[in-house]
């Protein structure tokens, strides 16, 4: 019993050993599995941070180029500064000059224009006052009529000068001198012509046997052309003085426009220089190294200083302008092969031209001296044949011009004569009318009372009745000459309502008295 005890102890013990061991493995094998877990965890993390700080590398040092291309920028904006402000006042200054230069230029251009229209308005106003003057003759000429013996007096009268009293604080003065110089005639060609006359007329008084208000109405009308002509002579005088202070602005405008021109270079010279001196500037462009395209033997260059920076896109135009340029090269080269061949085949028309010119020449030369005898200048044989033309139409033109005129006042004449007799013929024919109007009721009233003494056939009234019938036979008689000059009446309404109808006098007709309605 006691061996058998002491071998299940130790049994025991080994069965506690072993179960021991395997707890012990076990913890090992979980200690080394966390261990494991452990290591990894630390090499991502390892990972991890490499890579953050690989990107947090890559962060500083595109920061850096940024924080470095803004300092550079802040350089460079600074010079720019630095350069505008030191051009900042020839700046001013000459944009001060151009701009008081333009609003001496704009009111200059105001004054001129301001003028131009105040000559425009003479110009209108002095041509009216002509055309006035022009009227005022012509119904002057209208007034003497024609075969007016004394035509070329009034028209001396009408023409004659005179010294006026001009309405001036001097004039009133010298009231006296000048109301003794009134009337002086300082035409002395109308003093020529007086001397030459057999009578002489004095201008100032109506000669005998001419209208009185004829002369009366000369004399209004040479005070109205005297009116007229101080008023051409005034505007003429304020025309010039206009025109004269216009030339004088002009003048000044082109000196004033001078110096705008002088004014706007300059100022462009300057920001030409301004540009200059802004393109002097240094700027710094960041480039990756694969933008670099500039390589020596397959190396970057020590020294850059000699590349050109531009975009990628002007490289990819620049090539296909280098296809467009052969493209364009061989079409020029076509053309120029076709130019040539038109160029040969021109010369030799030229050639051929020149040969029937030649021979042209000579058919000319040989047809001149057939027919002139020598060579004439044909152009100025045209010229002078064409101005004796011109000539000969020009007065022929003014003198149909003259006659046609001459016939249109006289036909205005006939036609206001026409009108004249129209309206006296149309106021006779209305009271010739009312004349018909009584007469006609006196006839009614005449054939009632005959009518009523026929009905009466008493032998006492036979003498009355016989009477009576005469009577009434006498009133037909004037009944039947009132119809016969309404008539004639009508005829000539009708003549003188034609634009060619000849005008003939009324016709007078012998009309017999009446006796009283109640005369028996």
């Known amino acids: 019993a006691t061996n058998s005890e002491t071998s299940l102890k130790q049994w025991y013990q080994r069965r506690v050993r072993g179960l021991e061991n395997e707890n012990n493995n076990l913890e090992q094998l979980m200690v080394l599995h966390e261990q494991q877990c452990l290591i990894e965890q630390m090499q991502e993390a390892y990972v991890q941070f490499d890579s953050q700080l690989l990107a947090l590398r890559a962060d500083k040092i595109e920061t850096e180029v940024q924080l470095k291309n803004g300092d550079l920028r802040v350089i460079m904006l600074f010079e720019e500064l630095l350069l505008l402000k030191e051009f900042e006042k020839r700046e001013n200054h000459l944009q001060e000059n151009l701009s008081s230069k ?24 002095m041509s009216e006052m002509q055309e006035n003057e022009r009227l005022l003759y012509e119904s002057f000429t209208e007034q003497l009529g024609e075969n007016n013996k004394f035509a070329e007096f009034l028209t001396k009268v009408f023409k004659k000068k005179i010294k006026r009293v001009k309405k001036t604080a001097e004039a009133e003065e010298d009231s ?11 035409s002395s060609e109308e003093e020529d012509d007086d001397d030459e006359d057999a009578v002489h007329l004095d201008l100032n008084v109506c000669p005998p046997g001419c209208s009185q208000e004829l002369y009366d109405a000369t004399i209004v009308m040479r005070e109205k052309r005297l009116d007229l002509e101080e008023s051409i002579q005034e505007e003429k005088k304020m025309i010039d003085s206009l025109k004269k202070e216009v030339d004088a602005l002009v003048k000044k405008n082109k000196v004033i426009n001078h110096g705008v021109k002088g004014a ?49 896109g002007g490289v990819n135009q620049l090539t296909s302008r280098i296809k467009g340029l052969q493209q364009e090269k061989a079409q020029q080269i076509r053309k120029f092969k076709e130019l040539k061949r038109s160029h040969i085949h021109l010369i030799k028309g030229k050639k051929a031209m020149e040969g029937k010119l030649v021979e042209l020449e000579e058919k000319y030369h040989a047809m001149m001296l057939l027919k002139f005898g020598r060579e004439v200048d044909l152009t100025k044989l045209e010229n002078i044949s064409t101005n004796r033309i011109a000539e000969e139409l020009k007065e022929t ?11 249109l006042s006289e036909w205005d004449v006939q036609i206001n004569q026409a009108k004249q007799t129209l309206l006296n013929a149309t106021r006779e024919h209305t009271g010739r009318l009312d004349t018909l109007n009584e007469l006609t009721k006196d006839k009614q009233d005449l054939e009632n009372q005959l009518d009523g003494k026929q009905k009466n056939l008493g032998g006492e009234y036979s003498g009355q009745r016989k009477a009576d019938l005469k009577e009434r036979q006498r009133l037909l008689q004037l009944v039947q000459l009132q119809a016969q000059e309404i008539d004639a ?7 003188l309502s034609r634009k060619d109808g000849h005008i003939l006098p009324p016709t007078q007709t012998t009309v017999p008295p009446l006796p009283p309605i109640g005369a028996q």
């Not at 001198?177 to 300082?186: C, E, I, M, N, R």
């Open 102 to 125: 333009l609003n001496d230029r704009d009111e200059m251009s105001e004054k001129i224009e301001e003028l131009e229209d105040r000559l425009v308005n003479k110009k209108l106003f």
């Open 176 to 186: 006296d001198a000048s109301d003794s110089d009134d009337d002086f005639d300082s």
């Open 264 to 312: 706007k270079n300059d100022l462009e010279a300057f920001q030409l220089e301004k540009q200059k001196k802004m393109n002097e500037l240094d700027i710094v462009v960041t480039l990756n190294l694969h933008q670099i395209q500039y390589m020596q033997s397959g190396s970057l260059p020590p020294d850059l200083t000699t590349c050109l920076v531009f975009h990628s």
């Open 397 to 407: 033109i003014a003198k149909k011009d003259l006659k046609f005129t001459r016939r």
């Open 489 to 495: 009446l009508k005829e000539e309404i009708g003549i």
